[in-house]
């Protein structure tokens, strides 16, 4: 069951630090929803999941909400 991180309402690059916080204090293969509302988010994203290793398992829009589901590394 993925942990649900809902940023909607937020601009960038407020949901990639609340992201990170989140991936800090979390352990290796935990899962995390993140919902968030900003046009930007969804590069940004992507490239911080590639950036840090993370697994990008999806992405889905939902109206103008991005979903994204990572897992840590």
């Known amino acids: 069951m993925a942990t649900k991180l809902d940023f909607k309402g937020m601009a960038c690059p407020m949901p990639i630090m ?3 916080m989140a991936f800090k204090k979390a352990a290796s ?5 993140v ?3 900003d046009p930007g988010f969804e590069p ?3 490239a911080w999941a590639s950036e840090t290793g993370n697994n990008l398992d999806e992405i889905k ?13």
Do not use: L, P, S
């Open 44 to 46: 940004d994203i992507t």
């Open 18 to 20: 609340k992201t990170a």
């Open 61 to 73: 829009k939902d109206g103008n909400v991005t979903i994204a589901v990572i897992t840590k590394k």
């Open 29 to 33: 293969g935990d899962t995390f929803e």
């Open 35 to 37: 919902m968030c509302d």
